[in-house]
């Protein structure tokens, strides 16, 4: 992954001077993580890898999560790996990254109600997965 994360930083640094300002930087700069990531993940099924779940280095024992946390977190990303591409990057731009859906809808070029729409099924998706796994839901 830190060759994807070096490709997005390139990619930011050699196309700046086309940024035109017509969108937050933030969204311009999430669009091209999204290209970069989608192009990983194509390039990773060509190749016959997988991208894995697990960063390539050990959390400290000070910061690390509870096993039950750490098993959801896994699960967590077990199950986005699952969802289709654009259902996923709506999930993870409003989630976890904190973007407005009209930022994100502005960015994947969809309109507003597409990607709640996305958003909802990816939502739905996720907690049926979930429930699924836990023997008392």
């Known amino acids: 992954m830190p060759d994807v ?23 311009w700069i999430y669009g091209i993580c999204l290209r970069v990531a989608s192009d990983h993940r194509r390039r990773a099924y060509v190749r016959r890898e997988r991208a894995t779940a697990e960063p390539g280095f050990e959390l400290p024992a000070t910061g690390a999560l509870p096993d039950s946390h750490a098993d959801a977190r896994a699960q967590l990303l077990r199950l986005l790996d699952t969802l289709d591409e654009d259902r996923r990057s709506v999930l993870v731009l409003y989630e976890i990254e904190g973007l407005s859906m009209k930022d994100i809808a502005e960015l994947l070029g969809c309109p507003l109600q597409t990607a709640y729409s996305r958003l909802h099924a990816a939502r739905r998706h996720v907690l049926e997965a979930f429930a699924a796994k836990d023997p008392e839901a």
Do not use: A
């Open 5 to 27: 994360s070096q490709e997005v930083f390139l990619t930011v640094h050699r196309k700046l001077p086309e940024f035109e300002g017509r969108s937050k930087l933030k969204t």
